[in-house]
C-alpha cells in the first residue's frame, strides 16, 4: 500500500479500483484547495486509463468521510480580500461537475460525517454507499452560507419535499434516512466495506465492468434497520412543500405539533438572508441542468463572500464558539427581496468556466 505521510489526499490503483483516500482526520478529512486540484488531476487521469474500472473514494480514521470545506480557511481568506475564495469554490464546483459526468462508476463510501464538501465528492457520484456509521447533513445556514456543491440539483430532487426540509434546517440523516430520500444508493454494513472494496478491485476492467460492479455491490447490500424519516415524512411534504419561506413558516405553525415547533425554532436560529437565499436556490434548481446549478452556486457564493453573515456565522460557530450569532438582517422579514435576488445575478469574468 501506498505510503501515506503526511498527505492530505492519496492515491493509488488497487486493482482495477483507482482509490482515493482523504487522509485528514484529525480536521474529519475537510477538503483543502490542494485536495481538490489533486483529487480532479487524478480524476482526470483515471477517466482514460484503460486498466480502471471504477473509483472508490474514502475517508481516514473513525468519524467522518468528508466534514466538509476548510471553513477557517475560507473565512480568513475572505476577510483578507485574497483570491482563495473563489479559487476554492470555483475548482471545488468543477471537480464536483467532474464527479457527476464522470464515464467510470464512482463510489463514494459515506462512512462516517458527511457533511458540505464531502457531500460534493459523494453524492455527486453515481454509487452512494451509506454504512451504520453515516450522518449526512447540509448545516450551511448555520453559518451564513447555501447547501452548495450541486445543493441545487439534487436537494430539490429527493423524495418529496425532504431536500427543501434538509436545506432549510440543516437535519441530519442516518443511513436508512439517506437511502429512502434517495441520497444513497446502497447501503452496506461497516464491517463489510473493507471486503466490499477487495472484491470490486478484482473486477476485470472493461465492457462488462459496470454490471459487474453492480452485481459485487448487490452482494453486500443490507437493509438499515429503521427509518426514523418515515414518521415525520408526511408533515415534511406538508409544510416544505410551500410556494416560499413565509408559506413554509406558516404551515408549521398551523401545524401545532412538538416537531413543527421545533423546526420553527431551529430555522429561527439560522440566517435569515441564508434562509431567504437557499429556498429561491433550491426552487430554481429544481428546473435547471447540474451544470447551471453549479454556475448558480457560484454566484450565490460570491455575494456571500462580500456579505456580513458567513463571518459571523464562522465567528459564532466555529472559532469563539458562543453559538449565538449577531446576523444582520436579524429577520426573515428584514430580507427584501432585492437582498435575495441579487445572489442569483451573473458575476462578469468569474463566471464558472467548466473544465
Known amino acids: 500500500m501506498t505510503d501515506r505521510g503526511e498527505r492530505e489526499i492519496v492515491f493509488e490503483q488497487r486493482g482495477s479500483v483507482g482509490h482515493i483516500l482523504l487522509s485528514r482526520p484529525k480536521a474529519l478529512n475537510a477538503l483543502t484547495l490542494s485536495m481538490v486540484m489533486d483529487m480532479t488531476g487524478q480524476l482526470q487521469a483515471w477517466s482514460d486509463d484503460a486498466s480502471i474500472a471504477c473509483i472508490v473514494i474514502e475517508g481516514a480514521g473513525e468519524k467522518g468521510f468528508c466534514a466538509g470545506g476548510d471553513i477557517r480557511a475560507l473565512y480568513e481568506s475572505g476577510k483578507a480580500g485574497s483570491d482563495y475564495w473563489y479559487e476554492f469554490y470555483s475548482n471545488e464546483y468543477r471537480l464536483?461537475?467532474?464527479?457527476?459526468?464522470?464515464?467510470?462508476?464512482?463510489?463514494?463510501?459515506?462512512?462516517?460525517i458527511?457533511?458540505?464538501g464531502g457531500v460534493g465528492v459523494s453524492v455527486n457520484g453515481s454509487h452512494r454507499v451509506v454504512s451504520d456509521r453515516t450522518v449526512f447533513a447540509m448545516p450551511e445556514t448555520g453559518i451564513g452560507l447555501i447547501p452548495d456543491v450541486g445543493?441545487?440539483?439534487?436537494?430539490p430532487r429527493l423524495k418529496g419535499a425532504a431536500g427543501m426540509y434538509l436545506g432549510l434546517t440543516g437535519n441530519r440523516m442516518k443511513a436508512a434516512d439517506c437511502r429512502y430520500v434517495g441520497v444513497g444508493t446502497h447501503h452496506v454494513p461497516d464491517a463489510e466495506l473493507e471486503t466490499l472494496i477487495v472484491e470490486l478491485s478484482a473486477v476485470e476492467a472493461g465492457a462488462r465492468a459496470s454490471t459487474n460492479i453492480e452485481t459485487v455491490l448487490g452482494a453486500f447490500v443490507t437493509e438499515p434497520d429503521d427509518c426514523p424519516y418515515k414518521s415525520i415524512e408526511a408533515e415534511v411534504d406538508r409544510c416544505f412543500a410551500g410556494e416560499s419561506v413565509d408559506a413554509i413558516l406558516t404551515s408549521l405553525r398551523d401545524n401545532e405539533s412538538d416537531w413543527a415547533e421545533g423546526i420553527l425554532k431551529l430555522i429561527g436560529m439560522k440566517s435569515p438572508t441564508s434562509i431567504m437565499v437557499t429556498f429561491e436556490q433550491l426552487r430554481r434548481g429544481g428546473e435547471l441542468s447540474f451544470r447551471e446549478g453549479m454556475a448558480q452556486e457560484l454566484r450565490c457564493v460570491m455575494k456571500i463572500r462580500d456579505g456580513h453573515d458567513f463571518y459571523e456565522g464562522v465567528r459564532a460557530v466555529i472559532i469563539d464558539k458562543d453559538n449565538t450569532p449577531k446576523w444582520a438582517p436579524s429577520t426573515l422579514n428584514d430580507v427584501s427581496s432585492s437582498d435575495v435576488t441579487e445572489h442569483f445575478d451573473e458575476i462578469g469574468e468569474k463566471e464558472l468556466a467548466f473544465l
Open 96 to 112: 464536483n461537475t467532474l464527479i457527476k459526468e464522470y464515464p467510470k462508476p464512482y463510489i463514494a463510501v459515506m462512512n462516517g
Open 114 to 116: 458527511t457533511m458540505g
Open 151 to 155: 445543493g441545487s440539483f439534487f436537494l
